[in-house]
């Protein structure tokens, strides 16, 4: 059903672009034609007339050499010549100026004024020959002449005297045919061009519709969820732009479901990890408790182990519970450590006074190596403490007797710190992990921790704008190596 949906809205889509396109073209097309075919009438009209005129002023001035030369006979001949021309040629009328000093001899009219029964608009051609000796023209419908005709009328001049008049009268019938072809060829060429036109407009719409109604589906996927829905468009214009866009943002929400997903998994064992640590400390006390209640230990001694054993469970939660709060606070993207120019040096001396009587135990000697008296930095001086103070406590724990811890301290670019014991190693399959929240190996040495210690200590690093690198091989030691901005210009402002 939502399938067929898709597909009804696509095709509502194609038809109204198509709709659009086909209109707008039509439109178009007609006022175009309308546009062109009355041009080209009118400028065949005004072709045909000045042919006319041209004709005009060729008789005229036939005529006037025919008057001066006194070859009126000749000039007659060149009438009856003209006569029996094509039909559709203008009727040639030569008329006398009555009002001339000297008009035209009479045996050269071929007409008789005042036997015709002339339109107006003849009439004034023919008067204002005569008035105004220059040239004039008129069209439109005349009975007299048999339909639309077009009348030119051109003076006849003798030494500056307009003696006559030259008037062509000729019916348009034959233009209007050609008017006509040629309108049926012009309407045949604009149906052709708008039939083009509607094909160019259904492909165009395609064109147009189909990567719409594409981006609408997979825009209606991920606003379902399906994040791994693409356009698959692949235009390089407005369009293909803007479906790139989409698919950006289907990998944006791709990614954003999975680390959610990462999130919320982190989150489900993040409390299935916190209930597993504290359910064993609370079935201890509670199992002691239940038994000093009861009465079922009564020995002063072994009352005195059970309450020494649930004092050790009550630190061994609040350890967790500390660890677990410090680790959530250095994980806030809000929570900013205060920082103040810090001896790394001061802090490696204080930690290995603070780690002796544990050192010592186990005759593990801790050596620092430098090559001057500070190192400094930008930090938290008891957060930093706390860091590298996990990372010798691992390595304290982890190392076997009569061995040593090795710290370097030294400035490549940047503050590198270095702390390299001789223990057990890690395997390469476990490196990737430890930093992980409640990561524990399941090694004796471990059996004690919570599995938060090196997670804390990333998130220090981490807020102190640092990086841990681990490098390991089994039977032979670790190392972990920090990286920090070193400040040396504040040496210069501090008494050290």
């Given at each position: 059903m939502q399938k067929m949906n898709k597909?009804?809205?696509?095709?509502?889509?194609?038809?109204k672009v198509y709709f659009n396109y086909a209109v707008m073209l039509t439109v178009f097309a007609v006022l175009?034609?309308?546009?062109?075919?009355?041009?080209?009438?009118?400028?065949?009209?005004?072709?045909?007339?000045?042919?006319l005129e041209k004709q005009a002023k060729s008789i005229s001035r036939r005529l006037q050499q025919a008057i001066i030369n006194d070859e009126e006979e000749s000039y007659l001949e060149y009438l009856v010549i003209l006569g029996e021309l094509d039909d559709e040629e203008p009727d040639v009328w030569t008329i006398s100026n009555p009002n001339a000093v000297k008009p035209m001899d009479k045996s050269l009219e071929n007409v008789v004024m005042d036997n015709i029964d002339l339109p107006e608009d003849a009439r004034e051609v023919i008067g204002g020959v005569f008035l105004q000796?220059?040239?004039?023209?008129?069209?439109?419908?005349?009975?007299?002449?048999?339909?639309?005709?077009?009348?030119?009328?051109?003076?006849?001049?003798?030494?500056?005297?307009?003696?006559?008049?030259?008037?062509?009268?000729?019916?348009?019938?034959?233009?209007?045919?050609?008017?006509?072809?040629?309108?049926?060829?012009?309407?045949?060429?604009?149906?052709?061009?708008?039939?083009?036109?509607?094909i160019i407009a259904i492909v165009?719409?395609?064109?147009?519709?189909?990567?719409?109604?594409?981006?609408?589906?997979?825009?209606?996927?991920?606003?379902?969820?399906?994040y791994q829905s693409k356009t698959d468009i692949n235009r390089q214009d407005e369009i293909g732009d803007l479906a790139r866009s989409i698919d950006i943002l289907a990998d944006e929400l791709a990614e954003n479901e999975i680390e959610r997903q990462n999130r919320d998994q982190m989150r489900i064992d993040f409390f299935a990890n916190v209930s597993h640590e504290l359910r064993t400390p609370i079935t201890v006390i509670?199992?002691?408790?239940?038994?000093?209640?009861?009465?079922?230990?009564?020995?002063?001694?072994?009352?005195?182990?059970?309450?020494?054993?649930?004092?050790?469970?009550?630190?061994?939660?609040?350890?967790?519970?500390?660890?677990?709060?410090?680790?959530?606070?250095?994980?806030?993207?809000d929570f900013i450590i205060e920082k103040e120019p810090v001896n790394v040096v001061q802090i490696f001396d204080n930690l290995i006074r603070s780690i002796s009587a544990i050192s010592s135990e186990k005759n593990i000697t801790v050596e620092m190596n430098r090559d001057r008296t500070y190192y400094m930095m930008m930090g938290d001086y008891d957060r930093l403490r706390q860091m590298f103070l996990i990372i010798l406590d691992n390595a304290i724990k982890f190392t076997p007797e009569n061995s040593s811890i090795h710290i370097n301290l030294s400035i490549q670019d940047k503050l590198r710190v270095s702390i390299r014991d001789e223990g057990i190693g890690i395997p390469e399959d476990d490196l990737k992990?430890?930093?992980?929240?409640?990561?524990?190996s399941k090694l004796k040495q471990n059996e004690k921790g919570s599995g938060l210690g090196l997670a804390i200590a990333r998130q220090i690093a981490i807020k102190h704008d640092g990086v841990i690198e681990v490098y390991s091989e089994v039977g032979v030691g670790t190392e972990f190596v920090f990286y920090f901005q070193c400040?040396?210009?504040?040496?210069g402002e501090l008494d050290i």
């Amino acid at each position: 059903m939502q399938k067929m949906n898709k597909v009804k809205a696509k095709n509502r889509l194609f038809v109204k672009v198509y709709f659009n396109y086909a209109v707008m073209l039509t439109v178009f097309a007609v006022l175009i034609g309308i546009i062109f075919m009355k041009l080209y009438e009118t400028n065949t009209m005004n072709d045909y007339k000045d042919k006319l005129e041209k004709q005009a002023k060729s008789i005229s001035r036939r005529l006037q050499q025919a008057i001066i030369n006194d070859e009126e006979e000749s000039y007659l001949e060149y009438l009856v010549i003209l006569g029996e021309l094509d039909d559709e040629e203008p009727d040639v009328w030569t008329i006398s100026n009555p009002n001339a000093v000297k008009p035209m001899d009479k045996s050269l009219e071929n007409v008789v004024m005042d036997n015709i029964d002339l339109p107006e608009d003849a009439r004034e051609v023919i008067g204002g020959v005569f008035l105004q000796n220059q040239p004039m023209s008129r069209n439109g419908y005349y009975e007299q002449f048999g339909g639309v005709s077009v009348i030119v009328g051109e003076p006849i001049r003798v030494n500056g005297e307009v003696v006559g008049a030259v008037m062509l009268v000729s019916q348009i019938e034959g233009q209007n045919r050609i008017i006509k072809d040629s309108m049926s060829l012009i309407i045949l060429s604009i149906l052709v061009a708008l039939f083009i036109s509607f094909i160019i407009a259904i492909v165009f719409a395609k064109g147009l519709s189909n990567p719409i109604s594409k981006m609408r589906i997979t825009a209606l996927e991920l606003a379902n969820g399906k994040y791994q829905s693409k356009t698959d468009i692949n235009r390089q214009d407005e369009i293909g732009d803007l479906a790139r866009s989409i698919d950006i943002l289907a990998d944006e929400l791709a990614e954003n479901e999975i680390e959610r997903q990462n999130r919320d998994q982190m989150r489900i064992d993040f409390f299935a990890n916190v209930s597993h640590e504290l359910r064993t400390p609370i079935t201890v006390i509670r199992a002691y408790t239940e038994t000093l209640v009861d009465g079922v230990v009564t020995d002063p001694e072994k009352v005195a182990q059970y309450y020494d054993r649930m004092l050790k469970e009550c630190k061994g939660m609040e350890r967790l519970v500390g660890d677990l709060l410090l680790l959530s606070k250095m994980q806030n993207p809000d929570f900013i450590i205060e920082k103040e120019p810090v001896n790394v040096v001061q802090i490696f001396d204080n930690l290995i006074r603070s780690i002796s009587a544990i050192s010592s135990e186990k005759n593990i000697t801790v050596e620092m190596n430098r090559d001057r008296t500070y190192y400094m930095m930008m930090g938290d001086y008891d957060r930093l403490r706390q860091m590298f103070l996990i990372i010798l406590d691992n390595a304290i724990k982890f190392t076997p007797e009569n061995s040593s811890i090795h710290i370097n301290l030294s400035i490549q670019d940047k503050l590198r710190v270095s702390i390299r014991d001789e223990g057990i190693g890690i395997p390469e399959d476990d490196l990737k992990s430890i930093f992980n929240k409640f990561y524990k190996s399941k090694l004796k040495q471990n059996e004690k921790g919570s599995g938060l210690g090196l997670a804390i200590a990333r998130q220090i690093a981490i807020k102190h704008d640092g990086v841990i690198e681990v490098y390991s091989e089994v039977g032979v030691g670790t190392e972990f190596v920090f990286y920090f901005q070193c400040l040396e210009d504040y040496v210069g402002e501090l008494d050290i």
